[in-house]
């Protein structure tokens, strides 16, 4: 899906806003029928009445405010994410707790109506809307409509060291590390062992490059004692489109395996920052000789690390370079 933003107006789809409005509707709805015949729907259901029927209608006016915030979400559905973000997370808690007590015959069987009008008809449209608001505001557009060649990128993209990515190829096998935004946690893993990273790559003849998102010296402050490390600035994303590298997809960016390595890396202390870069990028790692990428390993997921071993196992040997086998 394609968002794009003028200023802090985002044009987004009409069906967000359509279904924005039809929620709100419900909710304000529910809150007066809950209100005004509050064992109306009980009685429906042939379910027992509550004992309290005030906290039902406590439950219908909070459902009300939720209603009109909604209609106010409806003018800009990708500005006010966080309206639509409370009414995901509210059907998302409210679907698991109904659905434990039915299955923990606290609530009976019948109640699961009240859940699918209420909750569970709503958890798609809303994650759509808040999936569309993470690439709105968390991704960077492209500057142009075709992507560089690598034969272009390479010479107008220059490393920290002055040199362009063929003048530098030219001499000597580079090792190009595409990163994820310095906030992300696999980042931080990254940089925890470069030096490691870097060792690898001198054993094979080749040197170390990393790919950053951020403007030519802002990336210093992350890197710390690894400065020296040498490095190509890439704020519009623009070589990193060259190098076949795009936007992540949900699973890509927040599936299963990607939550687990995330668990792992921040147990291990390499924690997770504020976003510094585009949040949707995908990273990977290439070997680059003589202007042309001889080995690649684009990333299928977020959590995907550069493993240089399989990256070189692809890789022609550079010319006069002495592999030394790499510790297991």
């Not at 557009?141 to 390479?154: D, L």
């Not at 990163?179 to 790559?201: D, M, N, P």
């Amino acid at each position: 899906m394609t968002i794009s933003c003028l200023g802090e107006n985002c044009l987004t789809k009409r069906w967000m806003r359509l279904a924005l409005i039809i929620g709100a509707a419900y909710h304000i709805l529910f809150a007066f029928w809950t209100n005004l015949w509050p064992f109306h729907g009980f009685d429906l259901l042939v379910i027992p009445r509550p004992n309290h029927p005030m906290l039902w209608r406590t439950l219908g006016i909070i459902s009300g405010f939720l209603g009109f915030a909604l209609l106010l979400a409806a003018s800009d559905p990708v500005r006010h994410w966080l309206i639509v973000l409370l009414g995901f997370a509210k059907s998302v808690a409210a679907t698991v707790i109904v659905a434990f007590a039915v299955s923990a015959n606290t609530l009976p069987a019948a109640s699961l109506f009240f859940l699918i009008l209420d909750d569970i008809a709503w958890i798609i449209p809303y994650g759509a809307i808040l999936w569309a608001a993470l690439r709105a505001h968390a991704g960077i557009p492209p500057s142009r409509n075709t992507p560089y060649s690598v034969a272009e990128a390479a010479t107008i993209y220059q490393l920290s060291t002055g040199e362009t990515l063929t003048e530098a190829s030219a001499k000597r096998p580079l090792v190009l590390v595409f990163l994820r935004h310095f906030g992300c946690t696999f980042t931080r893993q990254i940089l925890r062992g470069l030096q490691e990273l870097e060792q690898q790559a001198q054993r094979h003849g080749a040197s170390l490059v990393l790919v950053h998102m951020l403007k030519s010296g802002e990336e210093i402050g992350y890197l710390g004692e690894n400065s020296d490390v040498p490095r190509i600035a890439d704020p519009r994303c623009e070589l990193y489109r060259a190098f076949g590298l795009g936007k992540g997809g949900f699973i890509e960016l927040f599936g299963p395996q990607v939550w687990w390595r995330g668990f792992i890396a921040v147990m291990k202390g390499c924690g997770i920052g504020h976003l510094a870069g585009d949040g949707l990028q995908m990273p990977g790692a290439f070997v680059f000789q003589d202007g042309k990428i001889t080995s690649s390993q684009p990333a299928h997921s977020a959590a995907d690390l550069p493993d240089l071993a399989s990256l070189f196992d692809d890789a022609p040997p550079a010319s006069g370079a002495i592999r030394i086998p790499l510790a297991k």
